[in-house]
């Protein structure tokens, strides 16, 4: 068990009830005494590269949430479960629920987003809160490229198990038919999701023009049409029955790669408005 302190605690390895993979799993919680509901919580995808920009980001922000409107919150923060030969391509394990639908991705094979998505939300996150006060009803869930990919498929198949969805630069060129089938399912009136990508994911960034692989970089950027596919998802969900509550951003001079740290302040601001 996570040993809970105000401070990151160390990497713990978690093994899945329903695969048996280990996955390393984070715990942050604020100082101080919790909410009388519990803290709100943001689970944390890739949490290898974000676990800590997270964690620093609340700590920043939530000291004056009548500034910045950022209430404090718990981080929990999942990684990838290791893969044993170190492949490198356990994002595409992890993360996806159905072969890609056109590009041929080397080592995308097994699709195990299914099986993350049952440890996450039936065997971590009770768990979790077995042993600490965290709010069940105020859950988010953040993701980028694959990872976002992976958050709308959450909402799609789990709905109502977290509160808030946010989904940075999502890969939905993976499988945009099956994601689809399964979001015009939703019927639930309190969905709330914001999606951001950045203004050059079609496009080269201007210190891009120069790279030995531009073209081929270029003609991957217009076949993934990110910034479309992830427009035209936003308006999918605005569009379902009830009144959820969409927000979608492209950043400015942003690429793929850089989106997440500056849409990250937006993205807290929408999961963590503090009540009024």
């Not at 999502?170 to 945009?176: L, Q």
């Not at 270029?218 to 427009?231: D, E, Q, T």
Request: hydrophobic fraction near 40%; include cysteine.
């Amino acid at each position: 068990m996570l040993m809970c302190l105000s401070s990151p605690t160390p990497t713990e390895k978690w093994q899945s009830a329903v695969s048996g993979l280990t996955y390393p799993v984070r715990l942050w919680i604020p100082p101080g005494p919790p909410p009388a509901q519990g803290w709100p919580v943001v689970v944390v995808l890739d949490a290898d590269t974000l676990f800590a920009t997270f964690v620093e980001a609340i700590q920043r922000t939530s000291r004056r949430p009548e500034a910045t409107g950022i209430a404090p919150a718990a981080v929990v923060g999942i990684a990838c479960a290791p893969d044993a030969h170190s492949t490198g391509r356990e994002r595409y394990r992890d993360y996806t629920f159905d072969p890609p639908a056109e590009e041929y991705m080397p080592g995308a094979n097994e699709h195990g987003g299914d099986a993350l998505l049952t440890f996450i939300v039936d065997q971590l996150l009770p768990e979790l809160r077995d042993h600490w006060p965290l709010d069940g009803a105020r859950q988010s869930l953040f993701g980028h490229s694959l990872a976002g990919y992976f958050v709308l498929n959450v909402l799609a198949r789990r709905p109502g198990i977290f509160h808030t969805h946010v989904a940075i630069s999502p890969s939905i060129w993976w499988n945009e038919q099956a994601l689809r089938e399964h979001m015009t399912r939703l019927t639930r009136r309190d969905i709330r999701l914001f999606i951001g990508v950045g203004e050059w994911e079609e496009h080269l960034a201007p210190w891009q023009s120069r790279a030995p692989d531009r073209k081929q970089s270029l003609a991957r950027r217009r076949a993934r049409r990110m910034i479309s596919r992830a427009s035209h998802m936003a308006a999918t969900v605005s569009h379902l029955p009830g009144e959820p509550c969409v927000a979608f951003h492209v950043f400015p001079d942003e690429d793929h790669a850089s989106v997440v740290l500056v849409a990250l302040q937006r993205a807290l601001r929408f999961m963590l408005a503090p009540s009024r």
